[in-house]
């Protein structure tokens, strides 16, 4: 059973995160799909996560270029670049799922 609760993370702003509240007591092949479907939900919910975070780190490049911090800005958006390609990681290892 999955429910939605609000997740306070430490970077100080709300998610909704699922949680499963199925409990296996056995090992094994049942144990392993439900860490399989854990990861396909976290893979999925970290691009996502990185996706909101990007729009924020936008904004802040172009508020740093109007008080005059272009270096700030240039290293914002290499952020970006980085957060990008490791969401088309994230995305790779979910193909192989």
Do not use: P
């Not at 049942?30 to 970290?46: A, F, G, P, R, S």
């Not at 172009?62 to 700030?72: D, F, H, L, Y």
């Not at 914002?76 to 390609?85: D, F, G, L, S, V």
């Amino acid at each position: 059973m999955f429910s939605k609760d609000v997740v306070r993370y430490h970077h100080g702003h709300d998610h909704d995160h699922d949680h499963c509240h199925e409990h296996t007591h056995t090992r094994g092949a049942e144990v392993e799909n439900k860490d399989e479907k854990t990861l396909k939900i976290l893979l999925l919910h970290w691009v996502n996560h990185n996706e909101t975070h990007e729009e924020g780190f936008r904004e802040w490049v172009e508020k740093a270029r109007e008080i005059g911090k272009e270096e700030t800005a240039s290293h914002i958006e290499k952020a970006i670049e980085y957060m990008q390609k490791a969401n088309e990681m994230l995305i790779e290892a979910k193909k192989h799922m």
